[in-house]
């Protein structure tokens, strides 16, 4: 990086300070600022150590400060202790931090009654919320879309910009390794009923193997949990199937363990398939076949449509709907089919 001259007692660092000392142009640093996804991730990491350093504050955040606002943003997810969602906190934390803004975190604990508690208490603490995987009903929703600024991850809404992490392709990813391998007894093990996201699997699910031919089942709900991974392990057993698509790795992962116990053989016995690909999966035992996505990305996009909301002049992305790609990563939890 280039070296910074000295600011002036009460000076505001600008953009062009930014940009000489990360040793970009000011453009780039605009750019990475207020859309991310246009600017590679090293040189956007160095544009924001350089603006966290300097404590540089946009000027259209600037102007905020004397307008009432608190320059805060509200991030709402359903389980903090969950690996998922680590990364779309630490996305959206790099991000708002570079635009001048504080990070409030909120752990509604799975339940759409906290959720819409806490949307109601922080409407005059925070000047935005995002909310992750929303368990708010449909109504809920779009109701509190139109009383305060927001942008949903993996949760569409009507009236709030939304990131879609695009699972349901890796389902059919999922679906036609399994296939490869000879299953053609599968079961969907389902998250909770408020899940937004566990629906539109369960649907691609039963679209795709319809047209497969595939005898399929399905258990659940779950929570979301390793605990609940016994429960989803002994039904799923029940079932007959050879293979499971599960709701998320937390559950796959209780499961592989309820297996062990049981003395069913992960995966010459049954294969298991997770989703989301947190930290850990792959030190499991064996290593779990996850699908996959940019997390961290997530986080990052959602906040750039927030501040667009927020103030025009951020000049970030204006998308009402950004998806972001998912892949099957394939590890040792999956293998060929038994012989029945």
Known sequence: MAELQLQSPGKQPTIRDVADLAGVATSTVSRALSNPGRVNHVTRERIEQAAAQLNYIPSSQARGLSSGRTQTVAVLVPDITNPFYFDIIRGAQHQLKAAGYTQLLVDTEESADMEADALQKM???????????????????????TQQPMVTINRASANAPTVVIDTPSAIVQALEHLVSLGHSRICFVGGPTTSWSNAKRWKTFQDEAQDRSLTTFSVGPFTPKTTSGAAAADAA?????????????????GMLQRLRERGIRVPEDMSIVGCDDIFGADFCNPPLTTMASPIEQAGRVAVSMLLSRLNPQYGGTNRRLAVMPTHLTVRGSTGAAPEL
Not at 125 to 143: C, H, Y
């Open 123 to 145: 409407r005059r603490s925070a000047d935005g919320f995002i909310l992750a995987a929303s368990r708010l009903t449909d109504a809920q929703l779009a109701e509190a879309a």
């Open 237 to 253: 057993v029940h079932t007959g199937a050879t293979a499971c698509l599960v709701f998320n790795d937390l559950l796959a992962i």
